[in-house]
């Protein structure tokens, strides 16, 4: 069995946890990725992506290596990619359960009012009247719209409050500020 050669590297600060490599796809050494978002862009941004091992699979190096990626599509409901020394279906399948990460710095730019979701993570939330909502744990996808999941503490208790991230809703978004304004009231 050949396996790819893989450069070790260190991960680079910024880097995204992005998708995992699922399986071999065809036998010139194209692989099936599972992208973590619905919008993979940054995997078509990107040349350079950063593998991690998991427990399970992509048992064929440790650490941290850099693939060099020809070529990343969508196929069907999924994104298939090539990589330089990666030339057969058997080296392909060598990085089964790998998982794929890239650098913040590589994502395309988001246009106006548009975030990238692991740039919300970790903003506090408050409302008109300045009042602590909570900070954003999570975002959840309900079809028609995001949804923020705050975490806040409450009589020493953790809670969780949910704000549809709506313009109805949301008033700002200052990312470099950490902060979010919102509509929004405690009670709600």
């Not at 050949?2 to 260190?10: I, V, Y």
């Not at 978002?37 to 048992?59: C, D, H, I």
Request: hydrophobic share 45%.
């Amino acid at each position: 069995m050949k396996f790819p050669d893989l450069q070790p590297a260190e991960l680079p600060a910024d880097a995204i946890e992005v998708g995992r490599i699922l399986d071999a796809w065809g036998i010139k050494g194209w692989f099936k990725v599972l992208a973590h978002s619905a919008s993979p862009e940054a995997l078509f941004s990107s040349k350079r992506w950063y593998l991690q091992p998991t427990e399970v699979g992509a048992k064929t190096f440790s650490g941290t290596v850099l693939m060099r990626i020809r070529e990343a599509k969508e196929h069907s409901d999924t994104v298939v990619a090539s990589a330089q020394d990666v030339d057969d279906r058997d080296a392909a399948e060598a990085l089964k359960g790998a998982r794929i990460f890239i650098p913040r710095s590589s994502f395309p730019t988001a246009a106006d009012d548009e975030y990238y979701w692991v740039d919300l993570i970790g903003l506090d939330v408050v409302n008109r009247e300045g009042v602590a909502l909570g900070q954003v744990r999570e975002l959840l996808s309900t079809g028609p719209q995001t949804v923020l999941v705050l975490a806040f503490d409450e009589a020493g208790k953790s809670q969780e409050r949910m704000i549809p991230f709506v313009s109805a809703f949301v008033d700002s978004v200052d990312v470099p500020g950490k902060r979010i304004t919102v509509d929004w009231q405690p009670d709600y």
